[in-house]
């Protein structure tokens, strides 16, 4: 049994124990342990059941306000997890006011100049990005990077990852209006992967994210070579650190497999990747199982024998 479907199995078994805990213990009662795992048990639900998850995060944040304060780093903690939640879920509104309380209050405990409060107010110009308020993101993750440069310096891994987050709220713009914003996200992008790989080393997450986004402007500016050098690069880096069977690993070959057959016109290069990708999903779940033959039916044409010569 592969490392990735074993792991499943551990969350799904870990959960089923945590419930039956969790059923046993009156909310009142809750202390910092309990808070503590129904955070972590909330994390591992959103994924799998958003609703227990909103239920779980919920209790969580009621029981940090009533055992630690308001602003306790736990209660911070939990508050943050219910806003991802909620954002998961659609809610962006709730989740935005909820990101809003966190950053006022970690200015308040940890001052302005703390890399958790950048963090924070990271958060929450993510959570404007997902709800649409691209300009509005666009302005907060701006300001931030630039008072974070202020702060830590240019080359700080701090600043690195402020100046990520515009650089996403770029690229999305970028989809939106390529005329506008194409360029400068691709400079921008490309200038900022140099920075991220010398701060927080060359498959780090900060490095990773800005591959991608990369390679997806380089793909909207009509780059498709370039975009495909640089999507390689990002599913070499994934595999380098994950394993090449891991679920962001096996997400982004079947994303590399489509952009080399429908962006960059190369459906000979595609196959090359999707043959190994479908034979890795078979050997992992299975030749019926859904997801394999939801990828049989998105790569049909792929699949199907190459014409005879002549023919």
Not at 60 to 81: K, Q, Y
């Amino acid at each position: 049994m592969s490392n990735g479907v074993r792991d499943i199995a551990a969350v799904l078994q870990w959960l089923s124990h945590f419930d039956s805990l969790a059923s046993h213990v009156p909310p009142e009662t809750d202390t910092e342990v309990e808070i503590w795992l129904y955070n972590l048990a909330g994390l591992r639900y959103v994924h799998l059941d958003l609703a227990r998850a909103l239920q779980l995060h919920e209790r969580a944040l009621a029981a940090a306000e009533r055992v630690c304060g308001p602003r306790h780093e736990l209660t911070l903690n939990v508050r943050d997890s219910l806003a991802g939640s909620y954002g998961y879920a659609g809610e962006h509104d709730r989740a935005i006011r909820l990101f809003e309380q966190n950053l006022a209050d970690h200015v308040h405990t940890f001052g302005r100049r703390h890399p958790e409060t950048f963090a924070a107010r990271a958060q929450l110009a993510g959570a404007m990005r997902r709800a649409g308020r691209l300009k509005d993101a666009l302005r907060l993750a701006g300001r931030n990077a630039k008072n974070a440069e202020r702060v830590w310096g240019a080359d700080d891994a701090t600043s690195v990852k402020a100046w990520s987050l515009q650089a996403e709220v770029l690229a999305d713009l970028a989809q939106q209006d390529p005329g506008r914003y194409a360029v400068q996200a691709r400079d921008d992008i490309e200038k900022l992967l140099v920075r991220a790989v010398a701060a927080t080393g060359r498959d780090s997450d900060v490095s990773l994210g800005l591959r991608q986004m990369l390679a997806l402007v380089r793909d909207g500016a009509g780059d498709h070579a370039g975009a495909v050098a640089m999507y390689e690069e990002y599913v070499e880096s994934l595999t380098r650190g994950s394993g090449a069977t891991d679920r962001f690993t096996l997400g982004a070959r079947e994303s590399f497999a489509a952009l080399l057959w429908k962006s960059a016109d190369d459906p000979d290069r595609a196959r090359e990747v999707l043959l190994p990708l479908l034979a890795d999903w078979e050997h992992l779940l299975g030749p019926t199982a859904p997801q394999v033959q939801k990828l049989r039916q998105d790569f049909a044409p792929l699949l199907e024998p190459p014409p005879e010569d002549g023919k």
